[in-house]
């Protein structure tokens, strides 16, 4: 079965920065397509960022531009999402979700900016 189990979530004050990690198992990594999708207080999930299998391509939101980085470590079969410049606004439970398989991890990871 495929499983995400994301982690690396805290409290962090505005400015500040936060490595969110996703362990993937039950799929071949280096193919694995990952959003991390998030859900703000009262508001509906939000995609945030993609890294596409193989070629490593990214994509983020525009409101994280520039700011959060994706990438993987294919040794570890673990994604990060590196939060920089962290803002207020970016205070939600992040996910981390395969494409393919439509998997979202289960457990989520809280990021709380204040």
């Known amino acids: 079965d495929v499983q995400l189990v994301e982690s690396g979530g805290g409290l962090v004050q505005p400015g500040g920065s936060l490595k969110l990690s996703c362990a993937v198992s039950g799929f071949p990594f280096r193919r694995a397509t990952i959003s991390w999708i998030r859900q703000r207080p009262g508001k509906e999930l939000e995609w945030v960022s993609t890294i596409r299998g193989n070629t490593d391509t990214t994509r983020y939101a525009d409101s994280v531009e520039g700011r959060f980085t994706t990438f993987r470590d294919s040794t570890k079969d673990t994604l990060y999402l590196q939060l920089n410049d962290l803002r207020i606004e970016d205070t939600a439970m992040y996910y981390c979700?395969?494409?393919?398989?439509?998997?979202?991890g289960g457990q989520g990871t809280q990021v709380t900016v204040s």
């Open positions: 979700a395969e494409l393919m398989t439509g998997v979202i």
